[in-house]
C-alpha cells in the first residue's frame, strides 16, 4: 500500500466535501504546492525516508478542512494520528509526521 497515495487521496476526498470549510482550493493550490516543497527540501537535504515528510505535508492543514481554522493544529494532529492508525502505519512514523504540529 502507498500509504503517501492513501493520504493524498483522503485529503483530496475532504476537500470535495462540501463540509470543507476552504473548499477544495487549498488541495491544489497549498497542500499539492506544499509537498512539492518538501519533496525538493527533503532531496536537497539528501532525507532517506521521506514518507514521513510527504505525508505531513499532505495531511498538515487537515484540522483547518474538517473542523476550521482555530485550534487547528490540534485538531489536524488528532486527525491525521487516527488516519495513519486506521492504515496500520507505525507508531514510531506517526510520531514522525505529529511533530510538525508540535
Ligand atoms: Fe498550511
Redesign the pocket.
Known sequence: MDVVKEIRDFVEAECKKPTSKYGFE?FEF??AP?VKYVEKLADELKIKDKEPLLIAGWI??IG?IMRGRSDHHITGAEIAEAKLKELNYPEEKIVLVKKMYS
Do not use: G
Request: no cysteine; net charge negative.
Open positions: 487549498p497549498h497542500f506544499t498538515h492543514d483547518s
